[in-house]
T-cell receptor, first 110, second 116 residues
């Protein structure tokens, strides 16, 4: 089955800095890669996703890149703000069911 | 409001109790999921239903028993649980198209379970 590795487990940055979270996957058949944000005590919510026919996708301060050859994808957050503090999960999916990474706790210091 | 509602939000039970978690969605989705979220662990998939049929049972102990009476409702029946089963149980749903799951997961707020 699919295996998703996510790094780092914790990321601490100053407000205004950029943050990068990286994930690798094992199944080359995976074709959909969502990123979820979970604030403390809240449910996970999709913030951005990318499909395997696209190399990069951007939505305001958030971008995701995908390297199919190397089987890795990354989340980039620019100009971080305290409200970006949360746990971020990557996932990889082919067909039905997503496999999640272990999560990255992002802390943005004011 | 996501459209996925879970009840109860908090539950404390003894190891000999029997309780149920409920999940309801009115988003028109056909796939529903149960996930377990423990501290410092990844989201653990437990069960998946598609068009009311169970399509995944991720080696979950029999003390957890799912039920999906229709595409809008999902239950997780709990009996003789262990303290290590204490966790946040998240329900999710997703749209399907032509039998394939093509959409994002919509999560409920979760049910925080404590087993004494």
């Amino acid at each position: 089955g699919e295996n998703v590795e996510q790094h780092p487990s914790t990321l601490s940055v100053q407000e205004g800095d950029s943050a990068v979270i990286k994930c690798t996957y094992s199944d080359s058949a995976s074709n959909y890669f969502p990123w979820y944000k979970q604030e403390l005590g809240k449910r996970p919510q999709l913030i951005i996703d990318i499909r395997s026919n696209v190399g990069e996708k951007k939505d305001q301060r958030i971008a995701v890149t995908l390297n199919k050859t190397a089987k890795h994808f990354s989340l980039h957050i620019t100009e971080t703000q305290p409200e970006d503090s949360a746990v971020y999960f990557c996932a990889a999916r082919m067909g039905y069911i997503p496999t999640f990474g272990r999560g990255t706790s992002l802390i943005v210091h004011p | 409001e996501t459209g996925v509602t879970q009840t109860p939000r908090h539950l404390v039970m003894g190891m000999t109790n029997k309780k149920s978690l409920k999940c309801e969605q009115h988003l028109g989705h056909n796939a529903m999921y149960w996930y377990k979220q423990s501290a410092k662990k990844p989201l653990e998939l437990m069960f998946v239903y598609n068009f009311k049929e169970q399509t995944e049972n991720n080696s979950v102990p029999s003390r957890f028993s799912p039920e999906c009476p229709n595409s809008s409702h999902l239950f997780l029946h709990l009996h003789t649980l262990q303290p290590e089963d204490s966790a946040l149980y998240l329900c999710a749903s997703s749209p399907t198209s032509g039998g394939l799951n093509t959409g994002e997961l919509f999560f409920g707020e979760g049910s925080r379970l404590t087993v004494l």
